[in-house]
């Protein structure tokens, strides 16, 4: 996972499909899905994976108009196609997102 700042974000967003997962040192939610999002990551080769802490990107997240945390940011090639958040977000609902969101088909 790729480690996003306010100066590269742009960049990294910019081509392919990027997953863009917000999220904060003191959100306990967010702690306790990571390990799942690395491993969602290293699963899923055809999309980027991103990490944005909010704590070091306030002015971004504002921008963005992200509201609360864990959020996730679908982008290809820089435009945004969707987010997802909420305190009770799981690791299989973010997985169920992302393939709505690409048109493909949920594997049960």
Known sequence: ???ATKENFQELVAQGTVVVDVWGPHCQPCIAMMPHVERLAEER???KFVKLDSSKTRRLCI????MGLPAFLLFQDGKELGRIGG?????????EWIDQKLGREVKQ
Do not use: Q, S
Not at 63 to 66: A, D, K, L, S, V
Not at 87 to 95: A, C, E, M, S
């Open 1 to 3: 996972m790729l480690e």
């Open 45 to 47: 080769t055809d999309l």
């Open 63 to 66: 921008e963005m108009r992200i």
């Open 87 to 95: 305190n009770d977000l799981t690791i299989d609902r973010v997985k």
